[in-house]
């Protein structure tokens, strides 16, 4: 008889030593699917939310870290200059990279989009986003989507032309269009008054409209919009103004505005603001952005940049917000891998012994094998075909029984008290908004992303891994077989 067919017929004939092994790979395989099934569903969600948050990176100064040099050090912190940004931005882990000048221009003729005034102050006023990269960084992102016109030509960046971006709602409150010239009123008010504000001068600023712009806010999907919170929604709303609110210009003119509003302050009112002792140098301060090849790229990047840096500064990245607030799933992450290397150094000895047992109580059945001329590879192919029948149709049910199991388990987890430092620190960061990113990322995004389910990546995965540990457990009975003296067993 071939031992293909003495394989199947041992199976169906000792029902219960079959079922015996059944049971135990069952069980077994239950604990490694549900264990699987938990770690492939945070390794996705961390891989999918870091596609989200995008995969950029900038230099700042660490203030998390050095509060009380910083604190010492003053106005004499080394600022970043250009040929640094530059050689950063030769890393073979950036994709492109732009530097932006900043200034903020209070107006009273040109209207900004406003929130409500008891809430966010009544501010009324713009952000002047300058821009080193033509094409502008924030709509290649899709972080704006521009509607109409044009961005930046090279010569409008090298030039440093009085020409800009404004957004859809910026334009239909002020009646403007592309083509058109707007004027820019900068007011310089003194707040060392008692009565409030007082405004001292006026700086018009021409500005010719190449294109307009609407934001992108990107955001989670929530399941249930309603659990958001209010401070959640206002802060979202407060970004999305900022950004209606922004004017994007190239970095020279940015500079030049600044200078100039700069200059009429220190001489309209030398000592409302300090400005006695700062060169109109000092406002020449650029921030870098970085967009990298990959979010994997990120901790290489990070590695490659830090120790060309300035003292006191560092590599921040818009996937921090997913290692500040992801807690939780790092820890589930880490438990179901000790549990699933656990289960797999359990069951490869489990199995080896219950399967060893076996053997002893069928020595001489296989030593009848062994002395009748068959083939000791053929009586081995025969125990590893015994063994592959009744773990295949075991795994395979513990790969449905187990992914239960493991969304019951993970559910459990993340409400109980073992993650709640994880979740406590959820909220610290909840609703925090990033310069890299208009993602408002929250703790109940990084939960509601989560999702034990089947997937290609779990079957094929426990398949490998189940599989894999059953055959190793094989190689004890194996060595038994390979030890059998036939003419011993039969005496």
């Known amino acids: 008889m071939d031992f293909v067919k003495r394989a199947l017929c041992s199976v169906t004939r000792k029902k219960g030593k079959s079922l015996i092994l059944f049971a135990v790979i069952f069980v077994l395989g239950n604990v490694i699917a549900g264990a699987i099934a938990i770690q492939q569903s945070t390794q996705n969600?961390?891989?999918?939310?870091?596609?989200?948050l995008g995969a950029m990176a900038t230099i700042e100064i660490d203030w998390e870290n050095n509060q009380d040099e910083l604190m010492s050090e003053g106005s004499d912190i080394e600022q970043l200059n250009v040929d640094l940004i530059k050689k950063v931005?030769?890393?073979?882990?950036?994709?492109?990279?732009?530097?932006?000048?900043?200034?903020?221009?209070?107006?009273?003729?040109?209207?900004?989009?406003?929130?409500?005034?008891?809430?966010?102050?009544?501010?009324?006023?713009?952000?002047?986003?300058?821009?080193?990269?033509?094409?502008?960084?924030?709509?290649?992102?899709?972080?704006?989507?521009?509607?109409?016109?044009?961005?930046?030509?090279?010569?409008?960046?090298?030039?440093?032309?009085?020409?800009?971006?404004?957004?859809?709602?910026?334009?239909?409150?002020n009646g403007l269009s592309v083509?058109?010239?707007?004027?820019?009123?900068?007011?310089?008010?003194?707040?060392?008054?008692?009565?409030?504000?007082?405004?001292?001068?006026?700086?018009?600023?021409?500005?010719?409209?190449?294109?307009?712009?609407?934001?992108?806010?990107?955001?989670?999907?929530?399941?249930?919009?309603?659990?958001?919170?209010e401070e959640q929604n206002m802060n979202q709303?407060?970004?999305s103004v900022q950004q209606f609110n922004t004017i994007y210009l190239p970095n020279k003119t940015v500079l030049e505005v600044s200078k100039n509003y700069f200059e009429k302050m220190k001489k309209e009112a030398p000592e409302s603001m300090g400005y006695t002792d700062i060169d109109s140098e000092d406002t020449e301060y650029y921030t870098p952005v970085y967009v990298l090849k990959s979010p994997d790229d990120v901790e290489a990047f990070k590695q490659e940049t830090e120790p060309l840096l300035p003292k006191l500064y560092t590599v921040k990245a818009s996937t921090d917000q997913y290692e500040k607030i992801g807690g939780s799933m790092k820890k589930m992450s880490q438990i179901s891998g000790y549990v699933v290397l656990i289960s797999v150094i359990a069951t490869l000895l489990i199995i080896s012994l219950v399967v060893l047992l076996f053997m002893r109580d069928r020595k001489h059945e296989l030593g009848i094998y062994l002395s009748l001329g068959d083939k000791r590879s053929h009586v081995m192919g025969q125990i590893i075909i015994e063994m592959l029948i009744i773990s295949g149709i075991a795994l395979i049910i513990s790969l449905i029984t187990g992914n239960f199991l493991g969304?019951?388990?993970?559910?459990?987890?993340?409400?109980?008290?073992?993650?709640?430092?994880?979740?406590?620190?959820?909220?610290?960061?909840?609703?925090?908004?990033?310069?890299?990113?208009?993602?408002?990322?929250?703790?109940?995004?990084?939960?509601?992303?989560?999702?034990?389910?089947?997937?290609?990546?779990?079957?094929?995965?426990?398949?490998?891994v189940g599989l894999g540990t059953v055959l190793l457990s094989a190689i004890l009975p194996l060595l038994y077989i390979v030890r059998l003296n036939p003419k011993k067993i039969m005496m």
């Not at 044009?150 to 020409?163: A, E, R």
């Not at 310089?188 to 600023?205: A, H, M, P, Q, R």
């Not at 909840?430 to 990084?446: H, Q, V």
């Open 179 to 229: 083509g058109d010239q707007m004027v820019i009123d900068m007011r310089g008010n003194d707040y060392t008054d008692d009565s409030g504000k007082k405004e001292l001068f006026k700086i018009d600023v021409p500005i010719q409209i190449i294109g307009i712009f609407e934001p992108e806010n990107v955001e989670m999907e929530d399941k249930d919009q309603s659990k958001k919170s």
């Open 89 to 173: 931005g030769e890393s073979p882990y950036v994709k492109y990279y732009d530097y932006n000048a900043s200034s903020y221009a209070e107006t009273k003729d040109l209207k900004s989009v406003t929130l409500d005034s008891d809430q966010f102050g009544g501010m009324e006023g713009f952000t002047l986003k300058g821009s080193n990269y033509a094409k502008i960084l924030d709509v290649e992102e899709k972080s704006i989507k521009l509607v109409d016109g044009s961005v930046f030509s090279q010569s409008d960046i090298d030039d440093g032309k009085n020409v800009g971006l404004i957004s859809s709602k910026v334009a239909d409150e």
């Open 237 to 239: 709303q407060f970004m």
């Open 407 to 464: 969304k019951m388990v993970s559910e459990s987890l993340l409400n109980s008290d073992i993650l709640s430092n994880g979740g406590n620190q959820l909220d610290m960061y909840a609703g925090l908004s990033t310069s890299l990113g208009s993602m408002d990322l929250t703790a109940d995004d990084i939960m509601n992303a989560y999702e034990v389910k089947f997937s290609l990546g779990y079957i094929v995965t426990y398949l490998v």
């Open 45 to 52: 969600v961390e891989s999918n939310v870091k596609k989200q």
